[in-house]
């Protein structure tokens, strides 16, 4: 038969990334007993959610989304993420270790490896046991760090969560395996194959609603072992000779606020953050305190069940 | 900015071969490697490298602990890189035999590959190897990286002789498209910068190549396809199929086919990542509106009604054996094609290859990282396309129904047309028929447990007492079915899957027949006691677990065997040399260190009684 012929305009790499996103989602969909979708506010969550609102239109998404609150986020994140869900009318569940609250775990007073441990990946395995949730959806891409770029798209966690590298199940084409023994999970990456700088072109070419905080302001910050810190409110306790000064900084990355270091910036405008991404010789965890501890650390994290 | 168009490649070749450091430093003189990440690279080279004080730019790839620590590379590594060109997605690629798994990951999502070969060693067994591999994914675009011509003076004759065995070899393989680049990796030469020592080489340097590289895609020319992945029906009047599509364009008013129903409607509306739109087109994610209310399923392919694909239920295909546990033919496992999932089984193992010399050998099972041409047949047909043809309908994996391990990944080749001329016959007397003239309800008795458990004495005593009631009875012994119908086997992994497989389906006959069967068979695996009971209807089948210790069977050892095992006269021998898995959820647990023979007999009797009454 003559074949019809293409359209005028070929697929372009980010429509590409789109389709390959679109098409994880859905398999999610069809194959989960009950799936979940890992919201953690970021330049990457706001794609997620971008994106699993085009794969099911015209419908609701049938995925929920779980935000892990550590209880340390930004103020202005936990505004955009209500602000965002009123907007487009997604289910949210948002968890928080109260256990690690009653005693009081946080960044400052407990260090950041403590405070990951409890309020993120414990908070984690919580959360996602007490949804019986088989399918956790994340924003974590291969191009953000060494052992990351190993991992599989649909990732298999055993009945504790635990991430085995050496062991991973092929994956062959876009054919997933879903299958699941009781207790066992999988975690999945649809924005496996996305750059930084992807990231930051499909929010632009689609008016995706990021966070405030990506953009340059002035901002009151005290310079702490080399980075620059946010005051963000009266839960940072300042040490001895520390008097906030206001600076115009924005940031790369979003975590908890005491552990995520701003940067000096003039960048206000989506086309001066990519131009200054462009420009930028420093890899995007290089603001994440908790990644320099040791060359593997993420690794081992990612073992015991972080994302 | 013009839109980038995206190239995913893959590499391989050995850390011998420098392929690590190749890509490494690829990235690095293209500006991509932000600074931090090169200190950090400083601070590895000092501590794990391999170049004494110069930057081991192989380090920027390995990425797991174990892979640093003892300078190998295990699984796949994905890098990203963009030039003002193009943006890149790199699989690189583990070398060795044993990883044969992750390069076939890596070439399944891959357009081209750059295979490396050492300049001073010219090419080699593995050079072959992954060529071919290359080549059974259905990549047609090589680049040969001829890496250290630094250790050859730079010389153009030996690559010349290099180049051309090269394309000797991939033409014989079946690889299209060529291109061979002398580098060296180390200082850079002919990766982005040409470098002043190779004047003689006037194709382009390896970036320069990979930037310009028109990889053709048939898909986009083929008829449309669309295998539905989910079924959108948000409210009582929307009805879509989402999925994406693998091949041809379809435009709104085209006249559609669903398979396997064959109904055919029309393509009404087409909803595509930026809304409404008027057609679909290869690659795209989408979801379809049709203008008939039809029973559509996530599985089913949605395609141009004038040029469909066709159906089958038996193939040849070539398969790559992934799982730890060898393929035993007659095992049934879930195949994954598209978005559909059926039961396959190997039939047939034509002949495995050899993945470094690619000679056709014998062989009874496939074990990992091995290569073989087989036979499939599925429980259903399924719409496909041979490979060559389609990437979607044509590849497929296998997954382990028990241990839910991805063990295959496979190529359909083309369908045997066997299936289609073997009609099944409809005959008028049937099981229900047979079964109310000798009063009872059909049944197989499936007895397992070790050798000396007491399976023989105490389904010979049920059936003595079935026949006293007034049943029509058989019994199907191991050992007597292994003096006839089964005596060109032996005790191999291969051929006990094999024996399983006949006596199930002799017993299926005889229930057919309207008989109670009694099986008793040590049947030590429970994917084939699945097998088995995969072939009876609901409640047909009753698994009787005869659960004695093995010390108690082995002081017994009536027959003598466990004597001859453990002197080492009998191997395969399950419980001593080969495994018995129990079952997990058996209808009849019998405890065989606890009741007599003759009670376990009373208790099976009530079973197939009291279900009987029921």
Redesign the interface.
């Known amino acids: 038969m003559a074949a019809r012929p293409e359209r005028a305009t070929a697929m372009d790499h980010l429509d590409r990334l789109e389709a390959e996103s679109i098409h994880i989602l859905r398999e999610v969909a069809a194959t989960a007993r009950r799936p979940v979708l890992l919201y953690s506010i970021g330049k990457d969550s706001s794609v997620l959610l971008h994106l699993l609102l085009k794969a099911f239109r015209p419908g609701r998404p049938p995925i929920p989304l779980l935000h892990v609150d550590t209880g340390w986020k930004f103020r202005e994140m936990i505004e955009f993420r209500d602000r965002r869900v009123a907007e487009t009318g997604v289910e949210l569940i948002v968890h928080l270790n109260e256990e690690g609250r009653a005693q009081g775990i946080g960044p400052v007073s407990h260090g950041a490896s403590v405070h990951v441990d409890v309020m993120k990946v414990a908070a984690l395995k919580q959360a996602l046991d007490r949804g019986g949730f088989d399918m956790a959806i994340g924003g974590a891409r291969r191009d953000e760090e060494k052992s990351r770029a190993k991992e599989r798209v649909f990732s298999f966690r055993n009945a504790q969560h635990r991430w085995d590298p050496r062991n991973q199940r092929p994956e062959l084409w876009n054919l997933y395996n879903t299958r699941l023994g009781p207790g066992e999970s999988v975690r999945v990456f649809p924005l496996s194959n996305w750059t930084e700088l992807d990231v930051w072109q499909y929010i632009r070419r689609e008016a995706i609603p990021v966070v405030p905080l990506y953009f340059a302001a002035e901002r009151p910050v005290v310079e702490r072992d080399g980075a620059l810190i946010m005051v963000d409110d009266e839960r940072l306790p300042l040490r001895p000779g520390e008097t906030p000064q206001v600076r115009r900084v924005r940031f790369r990355s979003l975590g908890c606020y005491p552990l995520t270091a701003a940067l000096e910036s003039d960048a206000t405008t989506l086309d001066a953050v990519i131009a200054e991404m462009q420009a930028s010789r420093q890899s995007e965890r290089s603001g994440r305190v908790l990644d320099h501890s040791a060359g593997t650390s993420l690794e081992q994290k990612k073992r015991e069940g972080h994302f | 900015m013009a839109?980038?168009?995206?190239l995913r490649l893959l590499t391989c070749g050995s850390v011998d071969d420098g392929k690590s450091t190749l890509i490494g430093r690829l990235l690095a003189d293209a500006g991509v490697v932000?600074?931090?990440?090169l200190e950090?690279l400083a601070r590895?080279s000092r501590r794990y490298g391999t170049c004494g004080d110069a930057l081991d730019y192989a380090l920027l790839l390995?990425?797991?602990?174990?892979e640093?620590e003892q300078g190998i590379t295990?699984?796949?590594?994905?890098?990203?890189?963009?030039t003002p060109r193009r943006?890149f997605?790199v699989a690189d690629c583990p070398g060795h035999e044993q990883y044969t798994?992750?390069m076939?990951?890596g070439a399944?999502?891959c357009e081209l590959a750059v295979v490396l070969v050492d300049a001073s060693a010219g090419l080699k067994t593995q050079t072959r190897r992954h060529t071919y591999i290359a080549a059974l994914l259905g990549i047609r675009h090589v680049v040969l990286a001829v890496n250290k011509m630094d250790r050859i003076g730079y010389a153009e004759e030996p690559f010349r002789a290099i180049e051309t065995e090269y394309r000797a070899l991939a033409a014989r393989l079946g690889v299209a498209q060529v291109t061979c680049v002398p580098v060296a990796a180390v200082h850079g030469d002919m990766l982005v910068r040409r470098g002043a020592r190779m004047p003689w080489y006037r194709g382009p340097t390896l970036l320069e190549h990979l930037e310009t590289v028109v990889v053709d895609d048939p898909a986009?020319?083929?008829?449309?396809r669309l295998p539905v992945?989910?079924v959108?029906?948000?409210?009582a009047g929307?009805r879509?199929y989402?999925?994406?599509v693998a091949a041809?364009?379809?435009?709104v008013g085209d006249a559609l086919v669903v398979l396997p129903s064959g109904r055919r409607t029309t393509l009404a509306r087409v909803?595509g990542?930026n809304?409404e739109t008027d057609?679909a087109?290869k690659?795209?994610?989408v979801?379809l509106v049709l203008a008939d209310e039809l029973d559509i399923a996530?599985g089913d392919v949605l395609a141009?009604a004038?040029?469909p694909p066709a159906l089958a239920d038996q193939f040849a295909a070539h398969l790559l054996w992934?799982g730890d546990a060898p393929l035993l033919p007659g095992r049934p496992y879930?195949l994954?094609?598209g978005?559909r999932s059926a039961v396959a089984q190997i039939g047939e193992i034509r002949h495995r290859v050899d993945v470094n010399t690619q000679e056709h050998l014998a062989a009874r099972r496939l074990d990992l990282n091995e290569i073989g041409e087989v036979q499939i047949s599925l429980d259903q047909a399924i719409p496909f396309e041979p490979y060559a043809v389609s990437?979607?309908l044509g590849?497929?994996?296998l997954?382990d129904r028990i241990s839910?391990?991805?063990v295959a990944?496979g190529m359909l080749d083309f369908a045997l047309r066997r299936a289609a001329n073997i009609h099944w016959q409809h005959l008028d007397v049937d099981k229900t028929v047979r079964a109310a003239l000798k009063g009872q309800r059909p049944r197989c008795l499936w007895f397992t447990g070790l050798s000396g458990a007491g399976k023989s004495t105490i389904a010979n005593a049920a059936e003595r007492r079935l026949l006293a009631l007034g049943h029509h009875t058989y019994l199907l012994d191991g050992d007597n079915i292994r003096h006839g119908l089964n005596r060109d086997l032996g005790f191999t992994d291969e051929d006990r899957v094999e024996n399983i497989r006949r006596v199930a389906e002799v017993a299926r006959l005889m229930v057919d027949a309207g008989l109670i069967v009694l099986v008793s068979f040590i049947s030590p695996f429970r994917a084939e006691r699945r097998m088995a009971r995969e072939r009876f209807a609901a409640g047909e089948f009753i698994e009787v677990f005869v659960d004695a210790p093995l010390a108690l069977c082995e002081q017994r050892d009536v027959k003598g065997l466990y004597a001859k095992a453990r002197a080492g006269q009998l191997r395969h021998f399950t419980g001593i040399d080969s495994p018995y898995e129990p079952p997990e959820a058996p209808e009849l647990h019998l405890h065989a260190d606890r009741d007599s023979a003759l009670a376990m007999a009373e208790q099976v009797v009530r079973a197939v009684l009291a279900d009987d009454r029921a």
């Not at chain 2, 839109?3 to 995206?6: I, K, V």
């Not at chain 2, 041809?248 to 435009?251: I, V």
């Open positions: 839109p980038l168009t995206q932000p600074e931090d990440l950090q590895d390995d990425g797991l602990q174990d640093r295990i699984d796949v590594a994905w890098r990203y890189f963009a943006s997605i798994r992750n076939a990951t399944s999502a986009t020319t083929a008829a449309f992945q989910w959108s029906r948000p409210d929307f879509g989402a999925g994406t041809g364009t379809a435009a909803l990542a809304g057609r087109g690659g795209e994610a979801t996530r141009a004038c040029d992934l879930e994954r094609v978005t990437r979607t590849g497929f994996i997954v839910h391990a991805t990944a």
